[in-house]
């Protein structure tokens, strides 16, 4: 296996409210997990999950109420680690006063970088990033999907091995977007590695090697896009049969039938739910005693936003 990046080992952080502090949200709930060096590696979770208070406190933000944490082989928080890793907060705020060069200049050097050697690293991230040429231009006039992608310039301006990005894609247009996989891809390419939460699944779908996903402070399942998708039993079977719509609703439990497509003149995609084999025998079994011809039968795997609503009801 891989080298690790991230270990996390039931890790649990609750908050505590109200006059004297009686009130208890558990935010994380053993929490177990593995990034593997080199990886692009997604978390997914709706509201609320406890995404963010993760990363924070593998960053040292927030303390951890139990359990192990460990970013880079030191424990999580600890400056030896925290220097190797780039960050980009959800709702970063960069000064408006700066321009994309100063505010390049301003986080290179709290990141122990001389001015001397972030000048000669910004052009080439700048058009990483596809800001070059508005390197000049004050902040208060970038757009949100431009702040975010100076945001990830000052990321990766440190050459750091492990890149935690909140959010990453917020307010980025299409194109942006695009641009910004592409970056991504070649640094995990390069050896870095990458922890990424979004809530944009189509992003994690296109880019994450491995996907974890979090829900009421618990990792409800991880694994590969395709091993999510596949894994899920309810996912709909295709039948393809050769008859009229009348003859195919009397071969199927209408119930579990969410979609019927004429592919041609007397030939029919029926999209079934099937999550047992028994279901499967009783179609074909019902299809051929009603001498309905059966053309091909296949599984069609979930998507990832289809596996994740899944799989957080399951968790609710």
Known sequence: MAESVIEVRDLRKIYRSGLLKRRKVNALEGVSLEVPRGHIYGLLGPNGAGKTTLIKVLLGIVRKTSGDAHVLGHTAGDIAARRRVGYLPENHRIPRHLTGSTALEYYGCLSGLSVAEVRRRAPELLDRVGLLGRERDRVSGYSKGMQQRLGLAQAMLHRPDLIILDEPTDGVDPVGRKQIREVLRSLADDGASIFLNSHLLQEIELICDRVAILSKGSVRRTGSVE????????????????????????????????????????????????????HVDGIVDALRSNGVSLLSMKRRNLTLEEAFLQIVRESE
């Open 227 to 278: 091993e999510l998708t596949a894994a899920i039993a309810e996912s709909p079977m295709v039948f393809r049969i050769a008859t009229d719509r009348t003859t195919a609703e009397g071969c199927f439990d209408l119930s579990t039938v969410s979609k019927v497509e004429d592919v041609t003149e007397g030939v029919l995609d029926i999209h079934a739910s099937v999550p047992e084999q028994s």
